[in-house]
Nanobody, 123 residues
Framework: QVQLVESGGGLVQAGDSLRLSCAASGRTFSMRLRGWFRQAPGKDREFVAAINWSGSSTYYAESVKGRFTISRDNAKNTVYLQMNSLKPEDTAVYYC????????????????WGQGTQVTVSS
């Protein structure tokens, strides 16, 4: 059974940092692009960042570019999202996912999802 488990969320103040982790089990995803998405209350799920299988290519939403960094450790089947200079508008549930093909910023092009971790940034 495939599972993706996110961790590292929490309540922080604006300007603080958090590091999210997404550990996969039940299957190795070392050759698959992996991504992070987020969903705020009343809004659609939106793309945050993605990383190719080797880590040589990364992709970011404009809203997080320069503040967030995605990385991966294939030996641990884990992807990370380092979030710096957090803003109140970053408040959302953050989800990790495994890409199946298509466009990396489209949620429906991912086939495995974690349960999400809440990130709340106070002003």
């Amino acid at each position: 059974q495939v599972q993706l488990v996110e961790s590292g969320g929490g309540l922080v103040q604006a300007g603080d940092s958090l590091r999210l982790s997404c550990a996969a089990s039940g299957r190795t995803f070392s050759m698959r692009l992996r991504g992070w998405f987020r969903q705020a209350p009343g809004k659609d799920r939106e793309f945050v960042a993605a990383i190719n299988w080797s880590g040589s290519s990364t992709y970011y939403a404009e809203s997080v570019k320069g503040r967030f960094t995605i990385s991966r450790d294939n030996a641990k089947n884990t992807v990370y999202l380092q979030m710096n200079s957090l803003k109140p508008e970053d408040t959302a549930v953050y989800y990790c996912a495994v890409f199946t093909g298509g466009t990396y910023y489209t949620p429906s092009d991912y086939d495995y999802w974690g349960q999400g971790t809440q990130v709340t940034v106070s002003s």
